[in-house]
């Protein structure tokens, strides 16, 4: 089936277009330079920035897709979870579109959507799949037996999420935002074994697959704040190296437990912070020792992107999900165990 893929939850305007699970067109206009000046995400402002790009971004995807409009067999838009402002452009947008041009319309998950966009780049996801999802909102590990209806959470951050620690480190750090990619730079030339950081919730009778990231959070502000106070120069290539791999360590070992204790020989690494090239290459040598499979898409497809709502979308079609209808709303809190929202059916 041929899709076009809505996403606007958070700073990203994407629209992807795919056909079944080969990608043909993903644009992106993003408001993240705007949002740099204010050290995070502000959501008034990422509302009309969807706006004035919604309609443009479209056009521009039909256009790299080389398709028409009249072809689609479906338009895909992510109905949550994210900032409800932002999320209620994309959905409109998609309403509109879906009755204009006669087509069903599918309100999905982003949280599956980042699982489901691997399909692009590896084919079709075994099933069940294991999913570690680490995003700017989201650290969780998921059971996926069919990514259209079934998505069961097997642990979850308790505090912050994955992509919220490097950013507030990048942030006490002075290094900008986001700052999960300056990091990932910085990391590159410094020490990871250079300063002991706490991994959270590792302990013989902490929760197997919950993850916690506020401690080490703190341990490292205060460890920065104690180098200035002694009048020291801080590394920061040492302090970003040790920080990333504290966070990776725990992600990589819980994934792998959980892959094992499920059976489950396959794991998909989705959401921005797959995008971190330690988290990476770590998960590939423990997976590999482990004897697990592991997916992880570009970097460019992990990040939030409209290709990966229309993977989704296309999945849907071809499983013979029900459509929503034109009642569909944005819902910012949508849990990750709703991949699609379906509508009443009285009709
Ligand atoms: P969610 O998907 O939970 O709604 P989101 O959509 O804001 O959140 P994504 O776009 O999926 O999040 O990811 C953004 C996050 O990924 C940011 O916190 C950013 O710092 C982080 N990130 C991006 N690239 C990297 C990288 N190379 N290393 C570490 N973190 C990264
Ligand atoms: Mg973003
Ligand atoms: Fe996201």
Same mark, same amino acid.
């Given at each position: 089936p041929l899709v076009l893929g809505i996403e606007t939850s958070?700073?990203?305007?994407?629209?992807?277009?795919?056909?079944?699970?080969?990608?043909?067109?993903?644009?992106?206009?993003?408001?993240?330079?705007?949002?740099?000046?204010?050290?995070?995400?502000?959501?008034?402002?990422?509302?009309?920035a969807h706006l004035e790009a919604m309609v443009p971004t479209i056009e521009r995807a039909l256009e790299q897709a080389g398709v028409s409009a009249r072809d689609l067999d479906g338009i895909a838009v992510t109905a949550g979870p994210g900032l409800a402002g932002a999320l209620l452009v994309g959905v409109s947008a998609a309403?509109?579109? +879906?009755f204009a041009l006669d087509k069903p319309?599918?309100? @999905?998950?982003?949280?599956?959507?980042?699982?489901? /966009? =691997?399909? !692009?780049?590896?084919?079709?996801?075994?099933e069940p799949t294991m999913a570690l999802l680490v995003s700017g909102g989201h650290s969780s590990l998921l059971l996926a037996p069919d990514i259209t209806s079934d998505v069961r959470p097997m642990g979850a951050t308790i505090d912050d999420a994955a992509g919220e620690a490097f950013d507030?480190?990048?942030?006490?750090?002075?290094?900008?935002?986001?700052?999960?990619?300056?990091?990932?730079?910085?990391?590159?030339?410094?020490?990871?074994?250079?300063?002991?950081?706490?991994r959270g919730l590792s302990g013989p009778r902490d929760p197997a697959y919950d993850f916690s990231?506020?401690?080490?959070?703190?341990?490292?502000?205060?460890?920065?704040?104690?180098?200035? +106070?002694?009048?020291?120069?801080?590394?920061?290539?040492? @302090?970003?190296?040790?920080?990333?791999?504290?966070? /990776? =360590?725990? !992600?990589?070992r819980k994934a792998v437990r959980?892959?094992?204790?499920?059976?489950?020989d396959h794991l998909m690494i989705g959401g921005g912070v797959a995008a971190n090239s330690r988290l990476r290459a770590l998960a590939?040598?423990?997976?590999?020792?482990?004897?697990?499979?592991?997916?992880?898409?570009?970097?460019?497809?992990?990040?939030d992107n409209g290709a990966m709502v229309a993977a989704l979308g296309a999945e849907m079609v071809a499983r013979n999900r029900p459509a929503s209808d034109l009642e569909l709303s944005a819902d910012s809190s949508l849990p990750v165990t709703d991949p699609h929202v379906p509508g009443n059916h009285d009709h």
């Open positions: 958070c700073d990203e305007t994407g629209v992807g277009i795919v056909r079944g699970t080969t990608l043909l067109a993903d644009a992106v206009a993003s408001s993240v330079d705007t949002h740099a000046r204010f050290g995070g995400v502000v959501p008034e402002i990422a509302s009309r309403k509109a579109y +879906a319309l599918y309100g @999905v998950n982003h949280l599956a959507s980042h699982i489901c /966009v =691997d399909q !692009l780049e590896h084919g079709p996801l075994p507030k480190i990048a942030r006490v750090l002075d290094l900008g935002f986001p700052g999960g990619p300056v990091i990932d730079r910085l990391a590159r030339e410094g020490d990871p074994a250079a300063i002991a950081f706490p990231f506020s401690g080490l959070k703190t341990a490292v502000a205060r460890w920065i704040e104690a180098k200035r +106070a002694a009048g020291e120069e801080v590394p920061v290539r040492d @302090v970003a190296a040790s920080f990333q791999e504290a966070v /990776v =360590d725990v !992600l990589t959980a892959c094992k204790d499920q059976g489950v590939e040598e423990r997976c590999e020792r482990a004897g697990i499979r592991l997916r992880v898409p570009r970097p460019g497809l992990c990040t």
